[in-house]
């Protein structure tokens, strides 16, 4: 379960040439809950506060008020019981470059404190999913982008998280490599596991989520089954709605 209850965060940032400070309000105030079993999508345009939101939920990023619990521990409080409950793929993950697949999973198996032969047995399952298996040994130092994505992939999900955070999961992916990510977000909704995702691929959200909402300037907009989106808004599809979210927030500026 995720609960996230009006929470904030704004940057401070610099201008270097005009060496003026601005702050950035990335999110504003907000509020959404993922129940286990469940898919939410996150959409939203570049910048609008997706992967900040989601890095709070991770834990690795403290929200400047409101609050956050997974799997019922609040992630200000209780940061390592969450960090153990959850998978997060950011889209900013490196890949040791001097390591094998496998070698890299062996050390996070240890880090999250899974059982070696639990470790390896998860680790080459999911690189056989992710048709990865040959690579298990070979060095990452010329892994293409979508190879580096997949390893990054297993090693969120090596430790087995009741909670589940990606970050544009399939960015880089091939079709056939992101319908089996698709394919593995789906099984863990049937598992029971809660499961968070962001995108900017529409049709994915139309196919795969359970509920979705948008960010647009910080806020949470949507937040409703995507079809039931659709009717309320009167849209034929999501790419709609998000123009017209856009147009709405453009006539308030
Ligand atoms: N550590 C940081 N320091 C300063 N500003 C930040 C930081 N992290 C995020 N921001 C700013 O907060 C805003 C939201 O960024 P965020 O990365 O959450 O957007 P996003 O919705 O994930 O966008 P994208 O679709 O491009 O990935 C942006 O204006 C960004 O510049
Ligand atoms: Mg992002």
């Not at 939203?44 to 709070?56: D, E, I, Q, Y």
């Not at 994505?149 to 999961?169: M, N």
Request: aromatic residues 6%.
């Amino acid at each position: 379960m995720i609960q996230l209850s009006e929470v904030h965060k704004s940057f401070t940032v610099k201008d270097r040439k005009t060496r003026l400070t601005k702050r950035i309000d990335a999110v504003r105030g907000i509020s959404l809950e993922v129940r286990p079993g469940e898919i939410y999508g996150l959409l939203g345009p570049n910048g609008a506060g997706k992967s900040t939101t989601l890095r709070m939920i991770a834990g690795l990023m403290e929200p400047d008020t409101g609050t956050i619990h997974v799997c019922g521990h609040e992630t200000r409080q209780r940061p390592e019981a969450v960090r153990g409950c959850l998978g997060y793929l950011s889209t900013d993950m490196g890949v040791y470059a001097r390591f094998t697949p496998r070698e890299l999973l062996r050390i996070f198996g240890e880090f999250q404190d899974v059982e070696p032969k639990v470790a390896e047995r998860r680790g080459m399952h999911l690189l056989d999913k992710l048709q990865l298996a040959d690579f298990a040994d070979v060095r990452m130092e010329g892994f293409s982008s979508g190879q580096k994505q997949k390893v990054s992939i297993a090693r969120a999900l090596l430790h087995d998280p009741k909670v589940v955070i990606f970050d544009e999961p399939t960015t880089g992916l091939d079709v056939l490599t992101a319908k089996t990510v698709l394919d593995l977000l789906r099984i863990m909704r049937e598992e029971g596991r809660t499961v968070i995702v962001s995108t900017h691929v529409m049709p994915m959200v139309e196919d795969i989520c359970d509920r979705v909402g948008i960010i647009f300037d910080g806020k949470l907009h949507g937040d409703a089954p995507p079809r039931d989106l659709l009717q309320s808004r009167r849209a034929k599809n999501l790419d709609e709605v998000f123009f017209q979210l856009a147009a709405e927030s453009e006539e308030n500026h």
